[in-house]
């Protein structure tokens, strides 16, 4: 179970077995909801938050594209985060804010429910296990497609879409494997259920572009900074269902699950971490964590409030 002692919730910090909703709360019956996945981690510095205006950026995003004005400026919740993180004396933690229309009519319309807006902090290990992290993990292509901008919106990290990732990550852990790998509307590569994905072969990195409806992951676009970074081409571009047996290494990037090797896909085996994976890995984490002075720019120090 995930706990702290303190919750945000609509401005106010709250005990944790507090932060309640009625239970005809609108987003709880139609996913009307945006949210966040967020990671700060204990460094030199003190505790940073990583790449923490992206994701409140997309968060706003999120909240624009489903209609929901936000409650508060990302002012308000970068200040309210970092006062929470501090309340609750963690040095490094997951953070996730959430957005999400509450408790009004009980129709689909939901222009006239109220906007409200939680943040909660937490101790969360590594999502895919430290041991993929290190040697990597099995991953299955999902029979399920990956949601369509026909029908919802890829680019949105709404609480509702997730259905879509649930049923994937269900199927791929009853077979026994540890990620789902989704395709897109066109049979092509998307991403993980929570993750974007990296193909290497013959030396160059590929991931699909935004067009393969994959959500804007933030440690997307860090490791593919990084990646060129570090003297290697990076291309966006469609990829094939077969371009993932046929890789020589593939890796998983998100939040929760960092920067995480892929081993086998559909048990063709890729083998250990390869050696671009554990290259861009190396710095990856090193940003994350504060070591690197070239990527500082990305961490959001917390401040401590000094005693008066
Ligand atoms: C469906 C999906 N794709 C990709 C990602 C990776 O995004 P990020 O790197 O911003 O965490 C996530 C996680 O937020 C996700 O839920």
């Not at 101790?123 to 901008?149: C, D, F, M, N, T």
Request: glycine letters at 8%; aromatic letters at 8%; proline letters at 5%.
């Amino acid at each position: 179970m995930n706990t702290a002692e303190l919750i945000w919730m609509n401005g106010e910090f709250i005990a944790w077995e507090d932060a309640k909703v009625h239970v005809l709360t609108h987003g709880l019956h139609y996913g009307t909801g945006v949210f966040e996945g967020i990671r700060a981690y204990d460094t030199e510095r003190g505790t940073a938050i990583f790449r923490h205006q992206d994701h409140l950026d997309r968060l706003q995003r999120s909240a624009e594209l489903y209609y929901m004005p936000l409650p508060y400026s990302l002012a308000e919740l970068r200040d309210a985060t970092h006062e929470l993180i501090v309340r609750n004396g963690l040095r490094s933690c997951y953070i996730r804010p959430i957005v999400f229309r509450g408790y009004g009519p009980m129709g689909l319309d939901p222009l006239e429910n109220p906007v409200e807006a939680a943040i909660a902090v937490w101790e969360w290990g590594a999502y895919l296990g430290e041991e993929g992290k290190l040697h990597g993990v099995r991953a299955k292509v999902s029979s399920w497609q990956r949601i369509s901008p026909d029908s919802l919106i890829p680019h949105a990290k709404a609480s509702g879409q997730y259905l879509n990732s649930v049923l994937a990550k269900i199927e791929a852990s009853k077979a026994g494997y540890e990620e789902a790998i989704l395709l897109d509307h066109h049979g092509n590569v998307c991403e993980g259920t929570g993750e974007n994905i990296f193909v290497i072969r013959d030396g160059a990195i590929v991931t699909p572009p935004h067009s393969a409806s994959i959500l804007d992951g933030v440690n997307r676009r860090s490791a593919m900074e990084i990646a060129r970074d570090l003297g290697y081409e990076v291309v966006e571009r469609d990829v094939a269902r077969a371009e993932l047996t046929l890789a020589d290494e593939i890796f998983l990037t998100g939040t929760a699950a960092e920067l995480t090797p892929v081993r086998s896909i559909d048990d063709h085996e890729l083998g250990p971490p390869g050696e671009i994976t554990r290259e861009v890995q190396r710095v990856f984490d090193d940003a994350l964590h504060g070591r690197s002075e070239r990527y500082a720019k990305w961490l959001d120090v917390v401040e401590v409030p000094s005693k008066a």
